[in-house]
Structures are given as C-alpha cells and as structure tokens.
C-alpha cells in the first residue's frame, strides 16, 4: 500500500462518495483537511457562520439526495453546527459535520477552543465519533456515510484532533469503494394484510410523509393510487410528493399547515395507511380526534417509529418504495375493483371548502401573496421555507407538484434556516429556479449568509411577508390576553431590508400594494439571472393577520369566511 497523509485519503473517500460541494469555515485545527481539498475538484464555500454551513449542507442533501458536507475548527465552531445537527436529524436529512479538535495528548489540559463535541453532539446525531487513530481515518468516514444514509437516514459528525491529521497512513484509494446501504422490505403477509384492509375500507386515504420524499417513492406512490383508487394526502414533509392538480389528491390535513377541505376529508376517512409519516403533533393535534374510529396502518423504515405517538392497527417496516412495490405487485394480482364516490366525495368538500386568497385589501393579506407565487412560479421551482406564520400560511396556500422541490425544516423549526438552505440548494442545482419565502425576523438570524452568495454568485430570490411582528408569537399571546415583546417595528419604516441586501452587494425592492407583486416577481427573476446574486422582494402584509389553527382537526379556527 502506498504512504499517504491521512487528510489525503479522507479527501478521496469523500470524493468517492459523490461530494463536490463542501460548505465550511477553516481554521487552525482543520487547516490539514484544507491542505488536502486543495485539488481535489470539491468546491468550497466560505460560509461566515458554522451554522449557516449545516443548514447549507441540510439544503444541497435535501436536494440531491446525498450526503451534505459541513466543516468547521475546533471549539465554538463544533457548538455552533449543533442546531443544524438537531435540524437534519429531525427532519431525517443525511448531513456530515466534520470538526477540528485540539491535539489529543492536550485535551485533558483544557487547551485553546478544546470542547467534548462528540457528547454535546451525540443526542442530535446518528452518530458521533472522534478519530484517536490516524489509520482509522478512511474506514470511519466510509462507516459515517453509511450511517448517514441508512434506515432513517440523518446527520453524523467526526471529530479529527490536529495530531491525528497530520499523520500518514498506508491506503490505496483505486481498491475502495463505498460501504453497501440495505433496504428493509416488507413481510410479504403485512403487505397483504394491508391490502385487505385498504380493500374493505369505505373510504381509505393514504398519508404520504417524508420519507416518500426520501425513499424516492412518489411515481411508486402514484401508480399504487391510481391502481387502487385510493386518496392521497401529504404531511407538510410529504408536500410535494403527489401532484396536488391530480384528481386523487386530498390535501393536507393538520391543525396548523392544513386546507380547511382536507381536514374535512380526513375526519370522514374510515382508514389512515400513512407512508414514512412521523404522526407530529402540528399535523394531528389531539390525538382522539385524530384516531376517531378509523384505523391505521403505519409503514416506516424505522422500527422504533411504529407505536411512538399511539399503536396503530398494522405497523409494518419497510422502506417506502419497497412497500409500494409490493403492494403494488399485490394488489395487481387483485384486480381491485375503483369505487369513485369516495374521491368524488373529497373533490365535492374541496370546492365547497375553499380559502379565500384572491384580496384586493391594503395592507396586502398574506394569502394574496401566495396567489402570486402560484401564478407566477412553474412546477420546476425549487422553494425553501423556515417557520413562523409565513410558513403555515405557505402549508396552507402554496402548492407543490413535484418531489424535494418544496423543502421546510418541519420539525427543529430553526429561524434563519432559509438564506443557507436556499444556497445549498442552488449549488445542487445550479441551473434550477430557487425561491426563499422568508418572514422579516427569519431574515436577520442567518443574514450575514448573504455574503457567501454574493462571494459565490449564488443566485436566488427571497419573498419576505414582513409584518414587523413575530407573527406566529403574537397570535399564541392571544390566548394569554397579551401582545407583550412580539413587536419588531420601530422609527418610520423599521429595518430596512432593502438596504440589508445592497449593504452585501444585492439588490431588493419593496412592495406595499398587491397590484405591485407580480411585476416585482419579475424583477426580480431577471434581477437574479442578471447579478447571479439574492434577489428580495420584500411584501408587507398586514401587520396582526391571523392564521388558521387550533387544537383539533375538527376545531380549527378560521378567521374569514369561505371563499366564493
């Protein structure tokens, strides 16, 4: 075996494992990775906080389907990439953390930026490992991808001592190859019971959750719909997954991301199969009206999902697309017979049960402004969007039409998410249409990213619906009888977000009337093409607008009449 430095054959497994991308922030305790990506082909950005390189990692594997690469140096830099971490590992997105630490033979001497980042990190990662040996180097970032893409895929953090990089190691890299990632399949006899219980429902739905997105199962998942006949809706992680123009789609139920007509069809629904759905508490809300009567079959690739939230009638472990297959092959041995009156059914409440979003009113109300976004935007576009009303107001008006081109960091919810993930995504897909829906307190948590995309020619649009509030914040206060330290607004106009992103060499423009938006959109697309850099259309809505929720599907709180 050839002598190399270790950073060298670490460097060429990741290259092998299909990374071209890496976001980071060097520093003195990883300066020997440095030296060995140097001419390796992987492109590197500069982010201006560690944080923003996971979110940017979480963004580039939410869209590729790979595994995200995030690095940064020893100390603050491994605490600052802990809520990327969380955020990956609850949204089951397969990112890679790789750390600098101090000399190892120094650790227990409390030296300069030495902090235990394996056990900080451990509960929000798969896994979490610090090289002592310089000769494992290659075998644990093979092991760590394939951690990070097996089962319930999530985030892995390594953590290298500057001793331990700069050694070398016997290793030819023309002989390795990546570690196999397996499946699991389904019991043949679950997958049957399944299909018998589908068969004898009146009025069956299928549930397509996250992991239809991550198992690549969405042409599987329609082809099992319309074989069967059988409805489909999405948690606000399966957004995407199934066509919402197609005749079987039966929107999204939940207590806050929701449409009021698919809450309907849900309670009305005598049996649940939910595909690689987590059951989260936004999406059910109290828990016996959710179950109600109905059963439900639950199919996960992770086992200790099944019975987490409550035990459903048939739990089966399997990968999404795995599952599909097989039912599939089952149920075309069947030849199950369409009942049309239950979709028909759904399409009746989804004409009767319509929000209204085509308002002329001044403040713009924020449903107006995901019209526009409809309207203007194809089905190739790629949004990403954080949290806070902006967010369910998008689960709730916004549509999306094919897999992993509608991402949201569903479960961790961490502000300022969308500026790096919109830059993940954009390096991903370099040619693709990427669009940031941001709210005006998101926007400042991860600003400082902007920088990187104009460093990198990164080019995007961001709509912020700006209330000068913490919108989602407020509306909560409301049930203490309070509007206390929610509001953002100060002076004549406030933050000037405007200037925000001339002051990074971007460009942005302000809209206060909803005549004003559509052009602006297109401003701002040929703004983005032009500069290669963010683009803001910042729209400001109505300053205490209220969404849509409440504690159960059946009493969700609506705040304008039906549409129509």
């Known amino acids: 075996m050839p002598r190399i430095p270790a950073m060298q054959a670490v460097v060429d497994v990741l290259v092998s494992e299909g990374i071209d991308t890496a976001f980071g922030c060097p520093g003195a305790a990883i300066l020997p990775l440095y030296h060995a990506m140097q001419d390796s082909g ?48 609850a949204d089951s997105i397969p990112i890679l953390c790789i750390t600098g630490q101090a000399d190892s033979r120094k650790l227990h001497t409390e030296a300069f930026q030495a902090v235990d980042i394996v056990e900080i990190a451990k509960p929000v990662t798969k896994w979490a490992v610090q090289v002592k040996e310089a000769a494992q180097l290659p075998w644990v970032f093979r092991e760590a991808f394939r951690i990070a893409r097996s089962g319930r895929p999530g985030p892995v953090l390594i953590d290298l001592p500057i001793d331990v990089q700069r050694q070398e190691i016997e290793w030819d890299s023309s002989i390795d190859s990546p570690l196999p990632v397996t499946r699991a399949t389904p019991s043949p006899a679950r997958v049957e019971r399944a299909l018998d219980l589908l068969l004898a429902a009146e009025r069956p739905l299928i549930l397509a959750g996250g992991g239809v997105v991550l198992g690549d199962a969405s042409e599987r998942l329609r082809t099992a719909a319309e074989l069967l006949g059988v409805p489909v809706g999405v948690t606000l992680m399966g957004k995407g997954s199934f066509p919402e123009d197609h005749e079987l789609f039966a929107g999204m139920a939940g207590i806050q991301t929701s449409q009021r007509w698919a809450n309907a069809a ?52 399997s990968d999404t697309g795995a599952f599909l297959d097989a039912l599939i092959e089952a149920a075309s041995k069947r030849s199950p017979a369409r009942d049309r009156a239950w979709p028909q059914r759904i399409g009746e409440l989804k004409e009767s049960l319509p929000r209204r979003e085509d308002f002329e009113d001044t403040p713009i109300k924020a449903p107006r402004v995901f019209k526009e976004i409809n309207e203007f935007y194809g089905e190739d576009a790629y949004f990403v969007t954080a949290i806070g009303l902006y967010q369910i107001w998008s689960g709730q008006f916004q549509r999306a ?15 300022g998410w969308e500026i790096p993930a919109a830059i993940g995504v954009k390096k991903a897909k370099p040619e693709a249409e990427v669009v940031g829906v941001v709210g005006d307190y998101s926007f400042q948590f ?40 929610v ?78």
């Open 401 to 415: 039409h094919k897999p992993r081109h509608y991402q949201v960091c569903g479960q961790a919810g961490p502000l």
């Open 266 to 317: 849900f309670l009305e629904a005598d049996l649940v199969l939910a595909l690689g759905a987590r059951f989260g508490d936004r999406h059910t809300g109290d828990l016996d009206v959710y179950r109600g009567n109905r059963k439900f079959i639950h199919v996960d690739i992770e086992p200790t999902q099944l019975g987490k939230v409550f035990g459903p009638d048939l739990g089966i472990v």
């Open 446 to 485: 991860l600003v400082e990213e902007l920088a990187v995309a104009a460093q990198y020619d990164v080019g995007f649009v961001l709509i912020m619906l700006n209330n000068e509030y913490l919108g989602l914040i407020r509306q909560a206060e409301t049930g203490y009888e309070m509007n206390f330290e």
């Open 42 to 89: 992987i492109e590197h950005l500069i982010v201006r906080h560690e944080e923003g390189a996971t979110h940017m990692a979480d963004g580039w594997a939410r869209t590729t389907g790979n595994v995200g690469v995030a690095i940064g140096t020893s100390g603050p830099a491994g605490t600052n990439m802990i809520t990327g971490l969380y955020t990956a590992q």
């Open 487 to 564: 509001d953002i607004h100060y002076d004549k106009i406030g933050t000037d977000n405007v200037k925000v992103m001339e002051a990074y060499g971007c460009s942005g423009t302000r809209v206060t009337e909803p005549g004003e938006i559509r052009a602006s959109l297109e401003w701002a697309r040929k703004e983005a093409e032009r500069t290669s850099r963010p683009v803001l259309v910042e729209i400001m809505i109505e300053r205490e607008g209220n969404a849509a929720m409440g504690k159960a599907l059946d009493s969700v709180v609506e705040f304008e009449p039906i549409a129509g």
